[in-house]
């Protein structure tokens, strides 16, 4: 690993040191996996979770902060033949931006709101109505994506994914709004999910809970904007770090540390591993 990686800054000479101290918090999708167009063939950086690993041993906490399932991030997280995030000691998994938490196996979580039921029965018919019938099996198209709590729609294997997106945007905004829920936009994808909880509140949640001294998240998308904004707000020393792509790049102009995808990723965590070892 090399120095640059790891540039001289406030938040990342706090995390140093002090690594007893620090929360280490990562989204999933496009941060820890890369986003692949099926959401179920996700899995994790085998090299990122590695890494974690061995932060897991050094620092105060790691946390991944998504908006999948925090069972589904867990099981996703599984490397073959090497370490997973199941290997992290003392992860934390807030899954469904904070409704849902992994922690030592176990998994608690309350019960969706009645508004998720009737969107997971209409929204086949709301996307064939306005010409896009959902795909089966290996058929491109609009596909749906049922995390429990919430109803994500991707657009990312239609034949035109931004105007699918764009198309889409109104008539899921307005059953978002009859069902009580909200829209999260994302990497060609919108997401119908309960309100009330966003990676921000469950980041900042989890510091208060742990009595973080300092904090690093990192993230790819616009869901992550909430917890770079608890980080500011935070008034701990920070670090934030985006995993960079093409779809998004609001994420970017607001970071400490811009790396190239979750590859990138890993090669940070592995860095920060390495320095904490060394001190």
Known sequence: MTDDLLPDIAGLAAIKGDPRGAVIGLDF??????IV?????????????????RLGGLVGAVAIVTGRPAATAVAYGQVEGGPG????PGLVVLGQYGLERWEAGELTSPPPPPGVAR????????????????SDGGVPGVTIEDKGRALAVHTRRAADPEGSLRALREP???????????????????ELRPAGMDKGHALAAFLAERGARSVLFAGDDLGDLAAFEAVRL??????????????VTALAERADIVVNGPAGIAALLSALADALDAS
Request: include cysteine; aromatic fraction near 0%; hydrophobic fraction near 50%.
């Open 37 to 53: 167009p099926d959401p179920a063939d996700a899995r994790v950086d085998p090299a990122a979770a590695a890494a974690l690993v």
């Open 234 to 247: 935070s008034g701990l020393p920070g670090v934030t770090v985006c995993s960079a792509s093409a779809e």
């Open 119 to 134: 969107v997971r029965a209409e929204l086949p018919g709301l996307l064939a109505s306005h010409g896009h019938p959902v």
């Open 85 to 88: 995030l199941g290997d992290v």
């Open 172 to 190: 899921l905004a307005k059953l978002a709004a009859e069902t009580g829920l909200l829209v999260e936009p994302g990497r060609l994808v919108l």
């Open 29 to 34: 999708d496009g941060t820890l996996a890369p």
